[in-house]
């Protein structure tokens, strides 16, 4: 338990205030007759909450960083006899110094361990809850966002039903049965919103209902139709899928093409072999002849014009040959590609009977019917993942209200119990109702008062901490000075009959009944006054 609690920069009347001792039960932070505001009582209640672990004295009271400056908390816990001490700065908030008895530093811990530090000699065992999570909801002190009187389970203002629930289940330890089927259900779930997505982007088909029986029915008719050209095609291509179907319609198409080629081919070599047939004659024997006609002719020009054309003649036959080998040459690839997609063909089991265009009617076909399945198989897929992620939900809901309903059952006969201590059973208890898993309410039946409200939010916490391994409580004053005086006064003897820690801060003591008196000034820790008393020795809020 938290036994001490010292700072330099607590001052009373212009002196350093000694430790504030604190002990088992109830410790009161007392004000003064008058009521004064901001003379630190929440503060204190806030550097309690600091040295249990908290981050809101340093991230909340933001006027007492300002006008206090960088200081130093000193701390002592109580365990099993042994006393440990610790000190935590204001400006490194994150971190705590494990001390010697006089204060002085010895080693450096992150604050995270020194949580774990206090979750393991507190000897909480509890699995999937912090030790922030255990005692932060039930250090009620003004600034924070738990003062809702009509949502105790909250820890912040924000917070959803659902969250302030389970972090209530896990504080009963009623949570572990459920986290294994949670986790499982968030896997399914997550899977299912993964393929929605998928769907979405349009990496997945996306279908409905009515589009899966339009695909069905569009499967039959394209499986009839197959049908159909498997028995024209004497069930040659049966067990061809599109691909394939395709692929031999492609290679037939190559075969036409190889052979318009090899035709064409043929053709020019033949052209050639022509030409070269052709046997230019020498004319020299003739050009005598010619003199009988025209006399005076210059037969020496006609036959170098003769001597040209013959050698012009060479040159092309010489070309031509040429020509006709690179054709030959060509008409042997292309016969050599005819026999290979011939042989290729012939291995795919069919015979050269069945039409490219049956083969790609075919394929198409095959095709159509290959979307259509997978985009009826998307659908089903989406069917099947949201029944299982809904079965999951199911049993998930079933099992949390299960262990819900034992839960609150527990927690409203502990209140009503302690109810009826603080009104010696004449009126009704608080009642807390978990309607969901994500819905809760909390209220007094046929009473809406203020007073009773925040006396069902104490009588809440009191019989939380007596179910559970809540090690402590503090209430401040704005929550207890809102209920009467005789259920107060009961309340007070219900803090002080604690073995654990209560830390609540009140004033105007005077003004409650003798019993009340008495049970303060006992268990008062700390005294402040508004006359250089205050928890820092001075007031910053006046002019």
């Known amino acids: 338990m938290l036994v001490e609690i010292r700072c330099d920069e607590f001052i009373s009347y212009g002196k350093k205030r000694p430790p504030i001792e604190l002990h088992p039960g109830l410790n009161t932070v007392l004000g003064s007759e008058t009521g004064s505001n901001s003379i630190g009582k929440s503060t204190f209640l806030m550097i309690v909450d600091f040295a249990f672990g908290g981050d809101d004295y340093v991230l909340k009271s933001t006027d007492v960083q300002t006008q206090v400056g960088a200081h130093i908390i000193q701390f002592a816990f109580e365990f099993n006899g042994e006393r440990y001490f610790f000190s935590r700065e204001t400006i490194n908030h994150t971190f705590v110094y494990r001390c010697d008895a006089d204060y002085n530093p010895m080693s450096e811990m992150k604050i995270d361990d020194f949580r774990n530090f206090l979750l393991e000699h507190y000897e909480i065992d509890l699995p999937l809850i912090s030790f922030r999570g255990i005692v932060g909801r039930h250090f009620r002190i003004y600034g924070r966002e738990n003062l809702d009187e009509k949502k105790p389970l909250h820890n912040a203002k924000q917070e959803t039903d659902k969250a302030a629930i389970t972090s209530l289940m896990k504080l009963f330890d009623k949570y572990a049965s459920v986290d294994s089927l949670e986790k499982a259900y968030k896997k399914r779930k997550n899977e299912k919103d993964a393929y929605n997505k998928a769907q979405v982007f349009h990496f997945i088909p996306k279908i409905n209902k009515r589009e899966l029986m339009q695909n069905e029915r569009r499967i039959s008719e394209l499986k009839a139709e197959l049908a159909v050209i498997q028995e024209v095609s004497g ?85 031509f040959e040429e020509a006709k080998q690179r054709l030959a040459s060509l008409i042997s690839l292309a016969a050599e590609e005819i026999a290979d997609l011939e042989q290729e063909i012939k291995s795919s089991g069919l015979t050269p009977k069945i039409s490219r265009s049956i083969l790609e009617d075919y394929s198409a076909k095959k095709g159509e019917i290959r979307i259509l399945e997978k985009e009826n198989e998307a659908y089903i897929k989406k069917e099947e993942l949201k029944e299982i992620a809904k079965s999951m939900e199911d049993r998930l809901n079933a099992l949390m209200e299960e262990q819900i309903g034992f839960l609150q059952s527990m927690i409203n006969v502990k209140m009503d119990r302690i109810n009826d201590y603080v009104y010696s059973g004449e009126k009704k208890p608080p009642v807390l109702t978990i309607k969901k898993p994500n819905s809760y309410t909390f209220l007094t039946p046929d009473d809406t008062g203020t007073g009773t409200s925040y006396k069902g939010l104490v009588v809440f916490d009191l019989s939380v901490m007596q179910l559970t391994v809540l090690p402590a409580l ?37 003004s409650y009944p003798e019993r009340t008196q008495i049970l303060l000034e006992q268990s008062m820790v700390l005294h402040l006054t508004d006359d250089g008393n205050e928890l820092f020795g001075r007031s910053w809020n006046t002019k």
Do not use: C
């Not at 093409?257 to 053709?267: D, F, I, M």
């Not at 020019?268 to 004319?283: K, T």
């Open 474 to 510: 503090v209430h401040d004053s704005v929550i207890l000075k809102q209920i009467g005086d005789e259920p107060l006064e009961k309340i007070m003897e219900l803090y002080n009959q604690s073995s654990k820690q209560v830390f609540i801060a009140l004033d105007k003591k005077g």
């Open 235 to 319: 069930d040659q291509i049966m067990g061809l899928d599109s691909e394939q179907a395709q692929v031999i319609a492609d290679l037939k198409q190559k075969l036409t093409n190889a052979k318009r080629q090899r035709s064409r081919l043929t053709s020019q070599l033949r052209a050639i072999e022509n030409d070269l047939q052709f046997d230019n004659p020498r004319l020299e024997s003739n050009f005598q002849e010619l003199l009988r006609f025209f006399p005076g002719t210059n037969l020496k020009r006609i036959e170098d014009i003769e001597q040209f054309h013959h050698q012009l003649a060479t040159v092309l036959n010489s070309e």
